[in-house]
C-alpha cells in the first residue's frame, strides 16, 4: 500500500468525527509536508479527500438524525406546523363568527 493510502486511512481513522474542519485538515497534513513523507500536491489532495468524506458522513449523519426524530414524533401522533397553523386559523375565524352574533353593545343575545 503506498504510503500516500496509509496516511490518508490513518488520519480517516485518527481524526474520527464526521465532520473535520478544512483548516484542521490542512494543519495536520502541513506536518506530513514538513517531514517530508508527502509532496505539497499529495497533501492538498489529502486535505480535499478527507473534507470530502467528512462532509459526506456529516450528510449521512444529518439524514439519519431526521430520519429519526420523524419517526419519533409520528409515534407521538403530534401533529405538523401547518397542521396548527390552520387549527389555529380556523379557531380564529370561528372567534370572528362569534363575536358577530353578539350585540353592537358587546353584549350576548338573549335567547
Do not use: C, Y
Request: glycine share 6%; no cysteine.
Amino acid at each position: 500500500m503506498p504510503i500516500f493510502e496509509m496516511i490518508k486511512k490513518s488520519m480517516l481513522a485518527s481524526l474520527g468525527a464526521a465532520v473535520v474542519t478544512k483548516e484542521k485538515v490542512e494543519e495536520a497534513t502541513k506536518r506530513f509536508v514538513d517531514e517530508g513523507k508527502i509532496s505539497k500536491e499529495e497533501a492538498e489532495r489529502l486535505a480535499q479527500d478527507l473534507v470530502d468524506s467528512g462532509q459526506h458522513q456529516w450528510d449521512e449523519i444529518q439524514a439519519k438524525m431526521t430520519e429519526t426524530v420523524r419517526k419519533g414524533l409520528d409515534t407521538f401522533d403530534i401533529g405538523s406546523k401547518k397542521e396548527f397553523q390552520d387549527l389555529k386559523q380556523r379557531v380564529e375565524n370561528l372567534e370572528k363568527r362569534l363575536s358577530m352574533l353578539d350585540e353592537p353593545t358587546g353584549e350576548k343575545k338573549e335567547e
